[in-house]
């Protein structure tokens, strides 16, 4: 599976992103998706997932009533929707992948097989 992020950029505070996530190979369907950011100078942290169907989706707390993550099965597409970000959300902006994440591993990076490249997102007047 192949993973390919893009949507990043510059926004000011309050602003709007949305991240897409897509791809390649494998039965989409088949498996969780995730966001994750990591920040210079800080470790990987989780953002959001979402399962195979869509029926189950988490989020982390700073971004809970701001971003909402969705996905098309039908264009193995993941999407992040950022709304009202803050400067604290700058960060690099990875999405994974993987089957069977049981969900008390969902917020663990190791938990993904599959890892597209960063999507750099800034948030500054």
């Known amino acids: 599976v192949q993973l390919q992020a893009s949507g990043g950029g510059l926004v000011q505070p309050w602003g709007s992103l949305r991240l897409s996530c897509v791809a390649s190979?494998?039965?989409?369907?088949?498996?969780?998706v995730a966001w994750f950011r990591q920040a210079p100078g800080k470790e990987r942290e989780f953002v959001a997932a979402?399962?195979?169907?869509?029926?189950?989706?988490h989020y982390t707390d700073s971004v809970k009533g701001r971003f909402t993550i969705s996905r098309d099965n039908a264009k193995h597409t993941v999407y992040l929707q950022m709304d009202s970000l803050k400067p604290e959300d700058t960060a690099a902006y990875y999405c994974?992948?993987?089957?069977?994440?049981?969900?008390?591993?969902?917020?663990?990076?190791?938990?993904?097989?599959?890892w597209g490249q960063g999507t750099l997102v800034t948030v500054s007047s």
């Open positions: 994974a992948a993987g089957p069977d994440i049981i969900l008390s591993s969902i917020g663990s990076p190791r938990a993904y097989a599959y």
């Open positions: 190979g494998g039965t989409f369907e088949r498996y969780t």
């Open positions: 979402i399962r195979g169907s869509g029926g189950s989706i």
